[in-house]
């Protein structure tokens, strides 16, 4: 069973560190001293399925050479200001990649195989759209 620990510093400020021994600072309002655990959402979300997208299209065998997500959400005004709609949006580069193919691999990603999408999906509308970039 996957296990993490947070850790209290000063004022707002977190440790979070996961089972492997990787850490990430946390933090409340403050940006200056750490991520919002709201935006640790988005951040968990976007890194899952981009794990999942790159493998799925190795095994496609159309390996991408480049991929970033950009992930934003829209929430509720009214505390505990949940997460209704999140956007992902994939910048992803290779040598034959084709819309089918990096259509797919997403769908695959964010219906059927990533745990935080399975996991947030029942609360957030979840929309993805890609942009393949030509490799040069």
């Known amino acids: 069973?996957?296990?993490?620990?947070?850790?209290?510093?000063?004022?707002?400020?977190?440790?979070?560190?996961?089972?492997?021994?990787?850490?990430?600072?946390l933090s409340g309002d403050d940006q200056q001293?750490?991520?919002?655990?709201?935006?640790?959402?988005?951040v968990a979300l976007a890194s899952c399925s981009a794990v999942d997208v790159v493998?799925?299209?190795?095994?496609?065998?159309?390996?991408l050479t480049s991929l970033e997500v950009v992930i934003a959400g829209?929430?509720?005004?009214?505390?505990?200001?949940?997460?209704?709609?999140i956007k992902l949006t994939y910048h992803a580069r290779g040598?034959?990649?084709t819309e089918k193919a990096l259509s797919?691999?997403?769908q695959l990603s964010t219906e059927?195989?990533?745990s935080v999408a399975a996991t947030v999906s029942g609360v957030a509308d979840i929309q993805t759209h890609y942009e393949i970039i030509p490799a040069p």
Not at 77 to 83: D, F, G, R
């Open 112 to 114: 059927k195989y990533c």
């Open 1 to 25: 069973m996957p296990t993490a620990t947070v850790k209290w510093v000063d004022g707002l400020q977190f440790v979070g560190t996961d089972s492997g021994g990787h850490s990430v600072v």
């Open 33 to 42: 001293s750490g991520v919002r655990p709201s935006e640790m959402l988005l």
């Open 104 to 106: 797919q691999a997403i």
């Open 55 to 63: 493998e799925i299209m190795k095994k496609k065998r159309k390996p």
């Open 74 to 85: 829209e929430r509720d005004p009214e505390p505990p200001w949940s997460y209704r709609m």
């Open 95 to 97: 040598h034959g990649l």
